[in-house]
């Protein structure tokens, strides 16, 4: 296998304490051995922490957001491949994917290669439609609903019992245990993100979490359990291991053959009391500990990067008992180090110069 | 008792258990307790390595083991239905 020598476009820097995936990708990247290539920095925002990590990036660009529109990234990475190269864009938030599903042909054209999944396959995934997977594909689902307007929860009660969860499209998940606290969450919900807002059994246990790549055909190239450790008051995992679960492994397997998953996710699953495993949600995308999978001989990063390219991928077996812990830390810099990203929205040879 | 079998414990007594990612610190009698039930001992035959080690009297001990087993019940470390032979 030769070493990887070519650029790389990561987004999803902002390592806030909600952070988003990139800089965890970067940081697999690195850890890879057979990686000799350059990272590009792919940021919202100026002040996108992961911008300003030491040694992660060798330049950074911003993009526009999603809202603006396909034209205007595709656009943008162009500019970005003929200014600094980019041979494999790995996208790492879920509202980035709509713009990009379906542009595997336009983007190799440009000479940008990616591992996504197709639209059928993300949209089949999607939390409105994981009741499917349960009638579909016989996988274990919480009883859900999609609501489009707040009516509908107050006769949810004849459908569902409480507590239920009120989830919107994208982000975020709020327990309800009365239909007030439901009512309030659907308008919160709804405010941030839009409708429709998805409505789920709570299932009371223990979450765990899958990372994984899906071949596209129905089988899986790597897949690494974690449970958290520690967690924030968000529910975000600040600290976690690897283990060694059969079940949620067979689980993942049954999901990515049924959904012939191709790309990465990230599967959320509840444990109940009994054992029973219950799928919550499959995320289009790498999670913000994938860091983790390189740390336990399983670098699902690198191996995206060679399946872009068309390399054929077999990794090892992961190790057990690999864990991550966050930190937040303050990164010391210049106030110069902001003038570049904000006023020409590039910065190159960023690591050069930390 | 596959749960126990599968326990990673190390020397100081951190105990990992890598099918939940669960993870316990125990002091040097937990770790001899949990090593021995691990190891098929017996309430008596852990009492009587244990009154070997610490200077502490049988009955304390006997309780203490017992409590101990109860916690790992609780815990799930072992099957609800576990109970030390005599």
């Known amino acids: 296998m030769a070493p990887f020598t070519g650029t790389v476009g ?7 304490d909600n952070p988003g995936p990139g800089v965890a990708v970067a940081t697999a990247l690195r850890h890879h051995p057979d990686f000799q290539g350059r990272i590009v920095g792919l940021a919202y925002d100026s002040l996108d922490p992961g911008l300003y990590l030491p040694g992660l990036f060798d330049a950074a660009f911003l993009i526009p957001y999603p ?6 990234l595709l656009g943008r990475l162009e500019y970005i491949r003929e200014t600094e190269g980019l041979d494999v864009l790995i996208p790492t938030l879920d509202s980035e994917l709509p713009a990009l599903l379906g542009q595997e042909p336009t983007l190799e054209e440009m000479g940008i290669r990616t591992f996504l999944p197709t639209r059928a396959q993300h949209d089949e995934r999607a939390k409105a439609n994981l009741d499917l997977l349960r009638s579909r594909h016989d996988i274990p689902v919480p009883q859900c609903e999609t609501l489009v307007s707040v009516d509908d929860l107050y006769t949810l009660h004849e459908r569902m019992d409480f507590p239920v969860v009120v989830k919107s499209l994208f982000y975020g998940a709020k327990v309800a245990q009365t239909l007030d606290e439901a009512v309030a969450a659907f308008h919160m919900a709804a405010a941030k993100w839009g409708l429709p807002i998805i409505v789920q059994r709570f299932v009371a246990g223990e979450e765990y979490n899958v990372a994984a790549i899906g071949d596209g055909r129905g089988g899986v190239v790597g897949a690494v359990p974690m449970k958290k450790l520690m967690l924030t008051d968000s529910g975000k995992g600040w600290a976690g291991v690897t283990i ?7 689980l993942t397997e049954r999901i990515m053959a049924a959904l012939k998953w191709r790309g990465p996710c990230e599967i959320e699953v509840m444990r109940d009391r009994d054992g029973g495993l219950h799928l919550m949600e499959i995320n289009p995308r790498f999670p913000a500990w994938i860091d983790l999978t390189a740390g336990a001989g399983q670098n699902l990063p690198f191996a995206y990067v060679q399946l872009a ?8 077996p992961f190790k057990v008992g690999a864990a991550f812990v966050r930190a937040s830390t303050n990164t010391l810099i210049d106030i110069s180090a902001l003038d570049a990203i904000s006023t020409a ?10 | 008792m596959d749960t126990l079998n599968n326990l990673a414990i190390s020397p100081t007594g951190f105990v990992f258990d890598p099918t939940t990612g669960a993870t316990y610190s125990v002091n040097a009698t937990g770790r001899a307790v949990l090593e021995g039930i691990r190891d098929g001992l017996g309430l008596e035959a852990l009492v009587a390595q244990l009154s070997e080690r610490f200077a502490v009297g049988e009955a304390d001990l006997r309780r203490d ?11 799930q470390l072992v099957p609800n239905t576990f109970e030390l032979e005599s």
């Open chain 1, 345 to 354: 929205g590039e910065m190159l040879s960023t690591r050069s110069s930390s």
């Open chain 1, 309 to 316: 390219m068309g390399e054929a991928v077999t990794l090892p």
């Open chain 1, 244 to 250: 060694a679960d059969r079940p949620l492994l067979a």
């Open chain 1, 10 to 16: 990561v987004t999803g820097l902002n390592a806030t």
């Open chain 2, 65 to 75: 083991v017992l409590e101990y087993a109860r916690v790992l019940r609780e815990q």
């Open chain 1, 67 to 72: 809202s603006t529109g396909r034209a205007a």
